[in-house]
């Protein structure tokens, strides 16, 4: 198990089984604006993670969404907020206490996660969505929701 803590969130990551589990995954093959502009800010986003992608063990270039979970672009007045789902096999911890399992049912209502501002344009969302995410022989399942960003692109 791989140990990252972020303050008072501490991740125990299974970094060698989730490499294996984004080893299987497809690269985004979505040819709209908003992927393809994503796509292009990976290497900015690598840089602001500065190396917590490889601690976790995902890989920013595939696209692992399940059911309802895929990249969502966010239009505002003055950027771009891109929110991708990323999948970890672990537990997360908020102070000492292991983040609740959420279960999604039709939507995801009063869902407990933990979230954490990395940089001014990047902050993750944490959610034990082990129930809701099933990859092989994976007990315990986190859903990273990665929220980059970024200057806004005309469509």
Known sequence: MTTVELENIKLEIDRIETEKF????????CD????LNYVSKISDIKSELNGLDKKLGIDLTKD???GMDELMPHD??????YVIPYYVIGKCYVNKT?????????????????????????????INTTDDIKIDNAENILTIWLEFKA?????
């Open 22 to 29: 984004y080893a299987t995954q497809n690269g985004f093959v």
């Open 32 to 35: 709209c604006p908003d992927c």
């Open 64 to 66: 692992v969404g399940q």
């Open 76 to 81: 505002y007045e003055n950027h771009h907020l």
């Open 98 to 126: 292991e983040l609740n399992k959420e279960k999604s049912g039709p939507i995801w209502t009063n869902t407990k996660r933990v979230e954490k501002k990395l940089t001014e344009n990047l902050s993750l969302s944490i």
């Open 151 to 155: 200057e806004l692109i005309e469509k």
